[in-house]
Each structure stands twice: as C-alpha cells, then as structure tokens.
C-alpha cells in the first residue's frame, strides 16, 4: 500500500484556491475548487491498489508456471529497484516544469510493464516486467505528492491522504476475490493483462486537473530548476547498487560477494547524497521522518510479500482464499489513515505513530505462527487487520509531517527522499528475506498444488522472512519518538 502527501500553499503555481484565500480550517478536498482534481488523483491511487492487490495474489501461481519460485523476491523488489530512479526523476522533472509530464509518462511505463509481465514466458520477462513497472510507478507516487503539495492547503492534506487510504477499501476486499477467481479458471495472465485497460479512466480525469491546478514550476514566476546532473548519478546508483544487492543475496555463492561489495560501495554514497543528512542515525525531526517511513514500509512489505505464498504453500489455500486473508486489511489501513486525519488526534500524533509500529511489530511476529497446524488460518487476517491499521496512522502521517517540515521549493525533493527510504528499504528488506528464505529451501516449496499436498515442509525458511522483520518494526517504534512533531522545520 502505498500513500502521499503535501506541503504549504504558496507551493502552488496558480490553484483556483490557495491558502491565502481559503479561511483557517475552511474548505474541503471536493469542494468547487479541489473537487475534479481529488476525484482524479484518487482514482489514480484506485488503479493502483487494484493492481497491488490482484498482482499480489496471482504472483504465487505466476512463479510457479513460470518455474521462478526460487527467484521469488525478485519478482518484489525488481519493481522497487527501479522505482528509486523514477523518484528522483519524478522530483526533478516535477520541480522543473510540475508534476504532469512524469505523472503521464509513469502511468504509460505502468501499463506496459504489467503488459510485459502479463506476456511472459520466462521468469526473467516476467521480473523485467516488473521492473518497467516499477519506473512508472516511481514517477507517479512523488509527481502525486507534488500535486498534493501544489493544490491543497495544508489543512486539508491529512483528508486527501485519509481518502487515498480508503480507495485501497474496495481493492482490498474486491482486489483478491476477482484476481484468485480470474487465475484459477483463466489463468494469472488475465490478471496482469486486464489491469491496464483501467489506465484511460484516471488519465482522463486527473491530467486535466492537474494541468489547471498544479502545472509549471514551484510558484509564480519562479524560475525553471536546472537538472540536478549529481542526483540522477546518485539515483543510477542506488538503483544500480539495489540490484546487486538483491542478486548477491539470491545467489548464496562465493562469487556473490564481488556483486554484493560493489553494490554497497555504489549505494552507501548514494543514499548519504539523496536523503537527509542524520538520516542513517536517526536524527531528530526530518531525519527520523524519512528514516521512520523506510522502516515500517519495508518490515511490512517484506513480510507481507511472503503471506500469499505461505497460506498457499504451507497450509494448502487456494489463491483466492490466500488473498482474501489479506483483504480485512484495506479496510483497517483506511480506518488508521482516518484516525490519523481528525484534527482532535493531531496534538498526540507521534503518540499514535509509536503506537502504529508496535501494532505492526507484533502482527508481523504473530503471522508465522500459522505455521503451526494447531493455529487457525485466520489468525493470519486478525494480525494483518490490526497490522495495517498500525500502518494506516504511521504511513499517513509520515506524509503529513514530511510536507510540514519541508520548505516549499524542498517539496519535490524532499518528497523524492521519503519515497527513495520506502522503495529502498523495500528492496534491501526483501533481499534480506528472500537469501534467508532461499538458504533454507524455500525455492522448493514451489510445487505445491493442492492442499492434499500442502505438507509445510521447510517453515522454517518463511519464519525466517518474519521474525527479522518483526524486529525492525520494533526498531520503528523507538525511531517513532524521534520526530519532534512540534517543529516546523527539519
């Protein structure tokens, strides 16, 4: 799951409504002025969830046709890895001439990289696929926070994020059903496939908006950014370093320590040159924002990655049911994010996101317990219900505190570094959980097709994907304290 955010009014090239002009705590996100736009942008967000939660579940089924359950992961952080480049690409371009162009070009790499997974015949087409995707989805998440930045006043920004939050309701809940329906009697591909017919709708309504509201540079009458030649070296080089990581860590040989050490060498200076400095040691105020946001993104992620092919696997689910556990989810990540947006709960919103990561900490650590026959199947949805609404609150209100923190010409780049700590701390988490998961045989779950033969052999190579993630969720909650909420500046 995914959400955005914003920062102060006078961002905004021309908005019909500006801070300037709206009373303190008037207006709403579908008034006159925000309406077509909020619409718009929502249903971006739709389109996306719709795909998150359908690729999700089909994704077990596509690996093992493919004959790619050993390269599982890949299948994950391939999009992550590339989405760290369209970040950065997302925040230049959108701070040079606003955040249309890499909202559109980033919708169109969307569909064709589900087109091009959707069509594989190899496990290889089907993770570049994935990658492609990735790219565009990199460049719509932070061209969405430039919009947001742009077209909303600050007050009405937890209310756009709770509304991003609750169009994953539907998905979550229709997302599982539809997709494990559609693999089981027509076959994974219809999944990835069908998906992109769903882009025209969104596109239609949102670019035109957007145009009107939120195009040009930061301001009026401000001047057009240079390209930042440094940062796209550095983005090359996250990207480039994330992925050796990942390999080395699929490879378990020898050999993978060269990869392994030149992508740390690419991407330790890379990430010191793109986040905020006190990032990596959790440096009061911005720091510990961007820092926070990587963290509970990436335990959960990671461990939730790896709760379809566990159910499938371990416990002889079928796809659709395997989905279906993860579904109670949408609707409680929505309940979180709405929590967090009352202006009641503003005063004590570090207190709600400390509380948010131990929510996520120990749904993460209740979840492999399934693995026991003894235990129930559903404790697997009751711990991600309470998991995701854990999630709700933190990831929103990362989001909100990220734009206050952040000066106005900062927004696309300080929005870059909140989605490069996510992205990368998906990928660097999932290579750490898929060379655990391989080094213990995990691969070779893969041809389980019933439930019959659904022995749970090998558990221990899914315990040890969320165990670990457990514990850097619990790493969150002490970094949760560290966010200084009454600040207005990092």
Known sequence: MSALEPRDADIAGPPPASAADAPAGGGSVLDRGHRALSIGIVSVVLLIAFEATAVGTAMPVAARE???VSLYAFAFSAYFTTSLFGMVLAGQWSDRGGPLGPLAVGMSCFAAGLLLSGTAGAMWLFILGRAVQGLGGGLVIVALYVVISRAYEEHLRPAIMAAFAASWVVPSVVGPLASGTITEHLGWRWVFVGIPALVVFPLALALPAIRRTASGPAGPGAPVAPWDRRRIRLALGISAGAALLQYAGQELRWLSLLPAAVGAALLVPAVRGLLPRGTYRAARGLPSVVLLRGVAA????AAESFVPLMLVTQRGLSPTLAGLSLAVGGLTWALGSWVQ???RTEPYRERLVVLGMVLVATAIAAAPTVLLTAVPVWVVAAAWAW???????VIASTSVLLLKLSAPEEAGANSAALQISDGLSNVLLLAL???????LGGGTVGHVVSADAATGSHPAAFAAVFLPMAGVAAVGAWVATRLDTGRTRG
Request: with cysteine; hydrophobic share 45%.
């Open 298 to 301: 990436g335990s959960f992620i």
């Open 341 to 343: 947006s009352r202006p």
């Open 433 to 439: 959980g898929g060379a655990a998961f391989a080094a």
């Open 387 to 393: 998991g995701c609404f854990g999630m709700g609150m």
């Open 66 to 68: 493919l004959d790619g």
